[in-house]
């Protein structure tokens, strides 16, 4: 009744929903693996999703692929959990999914790119090996975790 | 079979992670553009990293969806109000302009006066009016003052009959 009286359009529920639907639990998931607290990572996911569809979904911004996109947008706006130095231990918390593949190294290396945007130099530095190596390893890790899924 | 060396090199990986360096987004970039075999690979590995987000997802609790489109709602219609607010304190501002463009300041330099020629009999009637007064004032002060004299001699003749 209010929009009706006060005229004013709202968002397309209907998108948002579409949005909501195919985007909400892969985000979830990815906020738990940063934040590792069920509660905050519900409601970064609001403040998160909120932001993200106002800025980029409503203004027709996105560029790239929406789900990297997303993960990106996400990452910036989580620089308080991903700002702290990495210990480079595979988080308890994630829904492990096929993270069970990787080997300890390859699962380091993945969580700490994936969750936490560490980038190559950073984690050879900080585990003492080669820039090619960790290069390698991640790439390894991502081809695997592929493979399971049929690709 | 360079591209296919590119392709197996791990500069896709990084990109579609987020840590490529400006200089490996900008190769990705034109490579993409040049190789349709690129391009097709990378879009794979994008497809798949979704697919890998999809086995780690978490079901949001009921009610999320709700606060979500309730936050954008309220968001939309700050904007709106703020749009509309904006013009209008726009044109109060051009109102006051104008008004002050309406009215020019003159500064007189003349003595005279300019008055309504009705006030002529106004004044007339207050000049007549004016001088019956005075009279009026005059003759009773006269006569005031005859009758003052009238009591003072009939004292004097009581005092002396009374002696």
Redesign the interface.
């Known amino acids: 009744m209010f929009k009706a009286v006060?005229n004013?359009?709202?968002?397309e529920?209907k998108d948002?929903?579409w949005f909501?639907d195919q985007y909400?639990?892969?985000l979830?998931?990815?906020i738990?693996?940063i934040v590792q607290d069920h509660q905050k990572?519900?409601d970064q996911?609001?403040s998160i999703?909120?932001s993200f569809?106002?800025d980029v979904v409503?203004q027709e911004k996105s560029r790239l692929?929406i789900?990297?996109e997303l993960?990106?947008y996400a990452?910036s706006k989580l620089t308080l959990f991903t700002a702290k130095d990495h210990h480079l231990k595979p988080n308890q918390f994630?829904?492990?999914?096929?993270?069970d593949l990787l080997d300890d190294l390859q699962k380091q290396i993945f969580c700490a790119?994936?969750y936490h945007?560490?980038?190559?130099p950073y984690l050879a530095a900080k585990m003492d090996s080669d820039e090619n190596e960790i290069?390698?390893q991640?790439?390894l890790s991502?081809d695997k975790?592929?493979r399971a899924?049929g690709? | 079979m360079e591209i296919n060396k590119i392709i197996e090199s791990g500069l896709m990986e990084t990109y579609v992670m987020g840590i490529a360096t400006e200089e490996e987004v900008q190769k990705v970039l034109s490579l993409k553009k040049e190789f349709p075999a690129f391009k097709d690979a990378l879009e794979q590995l994008e497809y798949d990293i979704e697919v890998l987000a999809q086995s780690m997802s978490i079901e949001p609790p009921a009610g999320t969806l709700a606060k979500i489109e309730h936050e954008i709602n309220e968001i939309q219609r700050r904007n709106q109000a703020v749009q509309t607010a904006e013009p209008e304190s726009r044109h109060d501002k051009n109102d006051q302009e104008n008004k002050q463009e309406r009215y020019i300041e003159v500064e007189s330099e003349s003595n005279q006066m300019r008055v309504n020629k009705a006030w002529k009999w106004v004044f007339i009637a207050v000049f007549v009016l004016g001088k019956v007064f005075l009279a009026s004032a005059i003759y009773f002060y006269l006569e005031n003052r005859q009758a003052q004299e009238q009591i003072k001699e009939l004292k004097i003749e009581l005092k002396q009959k009374i002696r």
């Open positions: 006060l004013i359009p709202s968002a529920p948002i929903r909501y909400a639990p892969m979830l998931g990815y738990n693996g990572s519900e996911l609001v999703l909120t569809v106002k409503l692929n789900w990297l993960r990106q990452q994630v829904n492990q999914g096929k993270l790119v994936y945007g560490k980038s190559i290069r390698n991640l790439k991502i975790m592929r899924s690709n």
